[in-house]
């Protein structure tokens, strides 16, 4: 596994806008699928949104339209854009990457998580 280092969580009111930002900490080969998920109080955690080394995008939709993620792949890195935040996103939010399908079926590699708090 990689260790993944998460940067750009904080305080926002309704409305706000904040962008995450995820890096591995050591030099790595491509990553197939870097995501984002979130676990807010109480509940399961889920995904927020995925991106493949292609390009191939998947968001939540309850975020669609609001969120937006994007990769670097010369440096391994990967964003999640939030715009128009609600109260209900306030969660802590996980970065996720996968080197192959082997790595997969292990879950990945994940960051420490950093919160990401919405006030009313």
């Known amino acids: 596994q990689v260790q993944l280092v998460e940067f750009g969580g904080g305080s926002v009111q309704s409305g706000g806008s904040l962008n995450l930002s995820c890096t591995p900490s050591?030099?790595?080969?491509?990553?197939?699928?870097m995501a984002w998920y979130r676990r807010a109080p109480g509940k399961e955690r889920e995904l927020v949104a995925s991106?493949?080394?292609?390009?191939?995008?998947n968001v939540r939709g309850s975020v669609k339209g609001r969120f937006a993620i994007s990769r670097d792949n010369a440096k391994n890195t990967v964003d999640l854009q939030m715009n128009s935040l609600k109260p209900e996103d306030t969660a802590v939010y996980y970065c996720?990457?996968?080197?192959?399908?082997?790595?997969?079926?292990?879950?990945?590699?994940w960051g420490q998580g950093i919160e990401v708090t919405v006030s009313s």
């Open positions: 996720n990457a996968i080197k192959d399908s082997i790595d997969f079926l292990h879950g990945g590699s």
């Open positions: 991106i493949t080394i292609d390009g191939i995008i």
């Open positions: 050591g030099m790595i080969a491509g990553f197939a699928v």
